[in-house]
């Protein structure tokens, strides 16, 4: 049985703390600073509350870092302050040179960085939900999950795979989601929306999916859209660095950025997404 | 019945002089300095030759122009030129813009101009082909193919309305498309090409597909992808003009450049795209 520190227990952070659970770890996290919706969920999993992220770091064997892109450097310079020496599994959507800015300093530090890529949402159910993990002690990272919901899959040794399989199946998903909405405004802007529809719901395979979509709310997409600015911007990167065009991530991290406004709305509807995407219109950002 | 005059009849454009001639009326072809291809194609469907452009503009009521999207306005032009004062079909992939600037053109001569938007293959099949239509004299134009296997729709009064829909809807099809190569080769690039489509083939809905599709061979992409880097960059455009992000399509059009080189192969496999697609890597073009 291992201590390990959850940083922080959001939806999926939670999800993955369950597992850890179950496999019969005691899992801790830090409610220092962090909100009451924060601890309602650490509680009703009865965390392990080391109040701070100093006593985290100093009395824990691992850690775990979920939260947005752009807090990962913070949150793993923070812990090395700490003098973390134990593992420490990045589990965010970053780039694969960002991840391994990130292990050069964690394990400057004297941790022993492990990279990680979710797929799918909170693990709660069995098969929905995988981490992917690469490094030197992946599989030692894995074995934190054993018992629980959470799939686990080690990739190998080298440092950054995760983060390349995650950027590679979010640029799909989050990818088509941004060019669905995108076009649904451009054909909202040229009087031919309705017509886009229906044609749409006529066409085989994929296209009728879209006009199922179409008809739909818009929230699940408008609730998370805030966190995907980033992750759209970390595959891009990603894309460029690999020697492809990085300009459908760039575009995508538009999209998002107009949805931004949105977030606290009750699934609103496509049309109040579409009004969104179209009040920027001459924005300099949008070429 | 009508004389209808075929611009040029390549696979899509003998599919609807074939249903212009189902539905009674006399179709013509122009024959010289056209293929061979093009002549047996024309041989078989029956169509009257009549030459020269110049006579084909002289005796026909009505003129189809099918053709790659650079080339639409020079042949707008000629066909203006010859003093054509019927109804001008445009059934190309272009942006609004540049079916309002043919219009203008084709107007001004004397003609007609009748936009439209083809989704679809060769309309060999009921119900799979659609030749949308707008202009304030698209009705008629959809009277040429009445009783043919060619689906007519007429979207309304305003000029260029058809070109907006073909835009946005193939912004969809081939921008995936486009977005799927890219993705793979990423893959490829960072060593996690198996992992993903691993993880695409346990992953629900839309996912399963790519997994699907990464195993077949990818001649359906790399024999039209020459044709489709112009059509790209014409729905970029669109984007950019109707105020949203027009970086996806620059991003698919420079995709199917790199593919250019394989439009002769006999289906290639997909490793021989993502070789084509990584062989860049470098190239200033890819930011």
Redesign the interface.
């Known amino acids: 049985m291992s201590r390990i520190g959850v940083l922080h227990p959001g939806s999926m952070g939670i999800s993955l703390a369950a597992s850890a659970k179950a496999t019969g770890h005691d899992v801790c996290w830090a409610s220092a600073g962090r909100s009451m919706q924060t601890q309602e969920r650490a509680q009703a999993q009865d965390l392990t509350d080391l109040v701070t992220v100093e006593k985290l770091c100093k009395q824990c064997d691992g850690i775990i870092s979920i939260c947005p892109p752009v807090a990962t450097e913070q949150v793993a310079g923070a812990v090395a302050g700490f003098g973390f020496d134990g593992l420490y599994l990045d589990a965010n959507a970053i780039s694969?040179q960002r991840a391994q800015a990130i292990a050069d300093q964690t394990n400057a530090g004297g941790g022993h960085f492990v990279d990680g890529g979710i797929?799918?949402g909170p693990a709660w159910e069995a098969?929905k939900t995988?981490l992917?993990l690469s490094g030197p002690r992946a599989a030692e990272v894995g074995e934190w999950f054993r018992d629980g919901l959470l799939e686990t899959?080690v990739?190998g040794a080298?440092p950054t795979?995760a983060s390349?399989?995650k950027?590679?199946?979010a640029?799909?998903?989050k990818?088509?989601t941004?060019?669905?909405f995108?076009?649904l405004?451009?054909?909202e802007?040229?009087?031919?929306r309705e017509?886009?529809v229906k044609?749409?719901s006529?066409?085989p395979?994929?296209?009728g999916?879209?006009a199922e979509r179409a008809g739909r709310g818009a929230g699940s997409m408008t609730s998370r859209a805030w966190r995907w600015i980033d992750e759209m911007e970390e595959i891009s990167r990603?894309?460029?660095d690999?020697?492809?065009?990085?300009?459908?991530h760039?575009?995508?991290a538009?999209?998002f950025r107009r949805c931004e406004s949105l977030r606290e709305k009750q699934d609103p509807s496509v049309a109040t997404v579409l009004q969104a995407?179209?009040a920027?219109?001459?924005?300099g950002?949008?070429?």
């Open positions: 694969p797929v799918g098969g995988f992917h899959n990739l080298a795979q390349a399989l950027m590679c199946f640029a799909y998903t990818g088509t941004a060019l669905f995108s076009i405004a451009t054909s802007a040229l009087g031919v017509a886009l044609q749409w006529r066409s395979q994929l296209a999916q879209l990603t894309f460029v690999a020697g492809l065009p990085g300009g459908f760039v575009a995508a538009e999209v995407l179209l920027k219109q001459g924005d950002e949008a070429a």
